[in-house]
């Protein structure tokens, strides 16, 4: 049978969208997808057309694939199914709306969803409302290990799990002779707060996404509704922008006597620098024993389950390699970042009528942001009105590129 093709429109060219975009072209058989195919059909920027000429040819697209100078142009093109959001957060409920709204588009909109919970739960009712697809492009709950991690706690390996500790963390500190003490300037949108910088929504979410995807993912579907958790946060601010710099966030779901602890910094990295360096990223606690994950938390490729019966030290117990599978295609020098498993589930869920990811629910989703949210208010971390309104207007400056 043939594959299922899904055409995607790219909002967006920056570094994301162009990773992104390699792997939607990287051949699906050299990772065994042989039921779905990509194709990219449009890419808009809001600077100008050439621009977004310049990304197609970059990454590869099609010599019929258009060149947009303007998000309102891409979203109503009729041969485009699917966009790609991949502005900063700042901008990701505006330009989803856009598509969602205006161009009646199915979207994948990337982390952080948007910057409050009342933005995401309007997204959600509008794609809803429209009978659209929605996803939040949390790449990392489709990798292979994520799903094989997901599946040993399902089965027990571990006992029941009371504690997740999870890290992602980057040491991004300058030297001291630098006009920023990190060595971002303050306009970056790591920093910058009119971009929604900060250290939680841009990297904490992936430490979050340990935390969810086992502490409340994996809720048994018997008890009904899932429990959410409670939320404790400690903010350290960056001084120059008022961006959170290092953020630890504990969720507590008493319901389930387990705890989750997410941490996340622009000033010391996970494993000193690189998080191949030390020990794992993540620690999955249960009462049998525990799995133990090589960072980066976002891009998972190693780990190893410790059980409490077991004989063996720690450092006899190899690690487990999943990689990321080479392409194949003669000649290629491709081999993928691993964005492409989140695009799969996108086409299948397409494919089979689905308007949204049983990997990644929205109401989860939802639950996510409201954690985040209530994490940076404890912080004190506040946001431009622009980017924290949950009134859409395609005449934003966000969605025409004047912001
Ligand atoms: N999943 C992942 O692993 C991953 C990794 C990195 C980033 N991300 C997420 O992807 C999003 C984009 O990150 P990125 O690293 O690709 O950022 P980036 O390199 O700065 O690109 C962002 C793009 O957004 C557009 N844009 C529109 N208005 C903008 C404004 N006022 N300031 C800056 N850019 C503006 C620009 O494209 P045009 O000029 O063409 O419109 C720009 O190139 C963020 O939400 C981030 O959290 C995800």
């Given at each position: 049978m043939?594959?299922y093709t899904?055409k995607w429109g790219i909002?967006a060219t ?8 390699k792997d939607?072209l990287?051949?699906?058989?050299a990772?065994g997808a042989?039921?779905?195919?990509h ?13 977004a000429a310049?990304?197609?040819k970059d990454v590869g697209?099609?010599p019929?694939a ?26 990701h409920?505006q330009n989803?709306?856009l598509?969602l709204?205006?161009?009646n588009?199915?979207v994948?909109?990337e982390?952080a969803f ?14 809803r409302a429209?009978?659209?697809f ?11 290990l994520?799903?094989q991690v997901r599946e ?8 029941t799990?009371?504690r997740?500790?999870?890290d992602?963390s ?7 002779t ?9 306009s ?6 009119d971009?929604?910088g900060?250290?939680?929504l ?7 996404t340990w935390?969810f995807?086992?502490l ?6 018997d008890e009904?509704e899932k429990?959410?958790p409670?939320v404790v946060?400690?903010i ?10 290092s ?6 779901f008493?319901?389930?006597r387990s ?8 000033r010391?990295g996970?494993g000193?620098g690189?998080?191949?360096k ?8 249960g009462?049998?024993g525990e799995?133990?994950v090589?960072?980066p938390?976002?891009k998972?490729l190693?780990?190893r389950?410790i059980?409490?019966s077991?004989e063996?030290?720690a450092d ?10 080479a392409?194949k295609r003669?000649?290629?020098?491709w ?22 990811s049983a ?10 942001m409201e954690?985040?949210?209530e994490a940076l208010?404890?912080?004190g971390?506040v946001y431009?009105e ?15 590129g004047?912001?």
């Amino acid at each position: 049978m043939a594959p299922y093709t899904l055409k995607w429109g790219i909002l967006a060219t920056g570094g994301i969208a162009q990773t992104f975009s390699k792997d939607l072209l990287a051949d699906p058989s050299a990772r065994g997808a042989d039921d779905v195919h990509h194709e990219i059909v449009a890419a808009a920027s809001s600077s100008s057309a050439s621009r977004a000429a310049e990304f197609l040819k970059d990454v590869g697209a099609g010599p019929d694939a258009k060149a947009y100078g303007s998000y309102a142009e891409l979203v109503v093109d009729p041969n485009v199914d699917i966009i790609y959001v991949a502005t900063p957060h700042s901008h990701h409920f505006q330009n989803a709306m856009l598509a969602l709204e205006v161009g009646n588009k199915h979207v994948l909109c990337e982390k952080a969803f948007t910057v409050t919970a009342a933005q995401v739960r309007k997204l959600v009712a509008t794609a809803r409302a429209k009978n659209l697809f929605l996803m939040e492009a949390v790449w990392t709950r489709y990798f292979p290990l994520s799903i094989q991690v997901r599946e040993l706690v399902k089965s027990g390996a571990i006992g029941t799990v009371y504690r997740v500790v999870a890290d992602n963390s980057f040491n991004s500190n300058a030297d001291s002779t630098a006009a920023s003490i990190l060595h971002f300037p303050d306009s970056n949108r790591m920093v910058n707060p009119d971009l929604a910088g900060g250290a939680l929504l841009d990297l904490g979410i992936y430490s979050l996404t340990w935390l969810f995807q086992i502490l409340y993912h994996l809720q048994s579907e018997d008890e009904g509704e899932k429990e959410a958790p409670q939320v404790v946060a400690a903010i350290n601010k960056y001084a120059r922008t008022g961006a959170d710099e290092s953020t630890t966030v504990v969720l507590q779901f008493p319901g389930h006597r387990s705890q989750g602890i997410g941490m996340t910094s622009l000033r010391v990295g996970t494993g000193v620098g690189s998080a191949q360096k030390s020990g794992p990223a993540i620690l999955i606690q249960g009462s049998d024993g525990e799995i133990q994950v090589m960072g980066p938390a976002f891009k998972p490729l190693a780990y190893r389950v410790i059980k409490k019966s077991e004989e063996k030290s720690a450092d006899q117990i190899p690690w487990i390699d999943v990689p990321i599978p080479a392409d194949k295609r003669p000649g290629a020098t491709w081999a993928g970042h691993g964005m492409f498993w989140e695009a799969d589930e996108a086409a299948r869920c397409l494919r089979d009528g689905k308007k949204e990811s049983a990997t990644l629910p929205l109401s989860e989703s939802i639950v996510i942001m409201e954690t985040m949210e209530e994490a940076l208010r404890q912080g004190g971390i506040v946001y431009p009105e622009v980017i924290t309104t949950d009134v859409f207007d395609k005449n934003s400056p966000l969605n025409t590129g004047k912001a």
